[in-house]
């Protein structure tokens, strides 16, 4: 479930980052897939956050719609930069310590795109009522996908 991935996700963005200290990967890679990596995370706080930001009792539709394009579109962004490293890395031989801390950060790729598939169907499943036809308050949509 959702609970494994996340742990799965902190530990090997532990180890990647452990490694990427002792390997020769472009900084301006790490420093990408870092910011890409967070931008997402930042979209799923301000969901996470907005009710009590706003003193309000529910989120609009309109900004769990931001959170999955933000989220989704960090996630490629951030696939882009890694297949761009791990090229630059293997035509330069970079050696064992790169290839490790790219195999992980890899691996957290891998994960989140668990959790983007999860939340484009939820989304796209869900966001209008068949019944009614209506578009669903983000307190409905929210329940939709914890489900």
């Known amino acids: 479930g959702f609970k494994t991935t996340y742990l799965l996700h902190h530990a090997f963005t532990l180890l990647a980052a452990a490694a990427a200290v002792f390997a020769h990967i472009p900084v301006g890679g790490c420093i990408c897939f870092g910011a890409a ?8 706080n301000v969901v996470s956050l907005w009710p009590s930001l706003t003193r309000s009792t529910h989120v609009p539709l309109e900004l769990y719609t931001a959170r999955v394009v933000v989220f989704v579109g960090s996630r490629v962004v951030a696939a882009a930069v890694m297949a761009r490293t791990t090229q630059l890395s293997v035509t330069s031989s ?25 939340m484009v169907r939820s989304f796209s499943g869900r966001s209008v009522s068949k019944e009614a036809g209506r578009a669903l308050d983000g307190d409905e949509h929210m329940k939709a996908f914890e489900s």
Do not use: D, P
């Not at 990596?37 to 799923?44: A, Y």
């Not at 064992?96 to 790729?109: D, G, K, M, P, R």
């Open 37 to 44: 990596m967070e931008l997402g995370g930042l979209s799923l």
């Open 94 to 118: 970079a050696g064992l310590q790169c290839y490790l801390a790219e195999a992980l950060a890899w691996c957290i790729i891998f994960i989140n795109f668990r959790w983007v598939i999860t």
